[in-house]
């Protein structure tokens, strides 16, 4: 399989541990099974902004929305998956990473006093979630913060298999895209957020495990969306949320391929298989 330039490895098979989900509609994993399964209407209400509890007082005072979703989903899959969150390593993916910090950093260097408080100039870096992450969970281990515009989730979970297959231990993924704001709306259109985290373990570890799944290269097939509008609007319109036929999959606990765009023409394809009820 492809990866990148000069980047191949061999098909794989590994598990997913864990899931933590959010957006419009969708409040959680468990909440959310019901609607991606569709056994329920999607329906894509409000949902009240994350507290992500986990960040001490201060740090969750200073944290832009995007931490605050990252960290939360990524705390529910932690929770989920029964493993210490500081004890593994973690892969964040976004395609505009702090966009709405970005946009006031914009604004703030248009007017005459230029004033950029340090607060606000540190929460600017695509990093910043992945940094917060480590804060809260007093983690030491290795943390890596990517994007790729589109493709910013496969890039993320092909960095997360990556780094499952050479440590031979669990990883956890988090995807996440917020709303752009007004004007740079107009060149990245993204009007509705979605995070989600994945907790992906070594085959062994299928047992106790939510699905598994083969990745290999795909190249010449066809992605194909969803069955339900409204949630293709979302995948469409959100980069984190091209996860949801994947998503849906495992939560409809059947086997199906999922195939995803990967720089350019290539193609990525996940061979799903349900594990636990």
């Not at 408080?117 to 913060?145: D, R």
């Not at 496969?154 to 499952?164: D, F, K, M, R």
Request: with cysteine; proline share 8%; glycine share 8%.
């Amino acid at each position: 399989m492809q990866l990148g330039v000069g980047e191949t490895v061999r098909r794989v098979d590994l598990a997913i541990r864990s899931i933590g989900v959010l957006a419009p509609g969708l409040l959680g994993w468990e909440g959310s099974r019901p609607v991606l399964a569709g056994e329920r209407p999607y329906v894509p209400t409000p949902i009240p902004q994350p507290e992500a509890t986990i960040l001490p007082p201060n740090e969750r005072r200073r944290s832009s929305d995007s931490v605050r979703w990252a960290v939360e989903v990524a705390h529910e899959a932690m929770v989920r998956a029964g493993l210490d969150p500081g004890a593994v390593p973690a892969v964040f993916a976004s395609s505009g990473g702090e966009i709405s910090v970005f946009d006031q950093l914009c604004r703030l260097l248009a007017t005459k006093e230029r004033l950029v408080s340090p607060t606000l100039f540190h929460q600017s870096v695509h990093n910043a979630a992945s940094g917060y992450w480590g804060i809260a969970t007093a983690g030491h281990e290795t943390s890596t913060a990517l994007s790729c515009y589109d493709d910013s989730f496969i890039a993320g979970l092909v960095e997360a298999v990556a780094l499952v297959i050479t440590e031979w231990r669990p990883v956890l993924l988090v995807a996440y895209d917020l709303p752009v704001p007004v004007p740079l709306r107009e060149a990245r259109p993204i009007t509705v957020g979605f995070a989600v985290a994945l907790v992906l373990s070594p085959l062994a570890e299928a047992a106790i495990a939510t699905a598994t799944f083969t990745l290999k290269d795909a190249r010449g097939a066809e992605p194909v969306g969803l069955a339900d509008q409204t949630l293709e609007q979302l995948r469409t319109h959100n980069p984190a949320a091209r996860s949801l036929p994947l998503l849906c999959t495992i939560a409809a606990r059947v086997r199906r391929t999922v195939v995803f765009d990967w720089l350019g023409d290539q193609r990525i394809e996940l061979g799903v298989e349900p594990c636990s009820p």
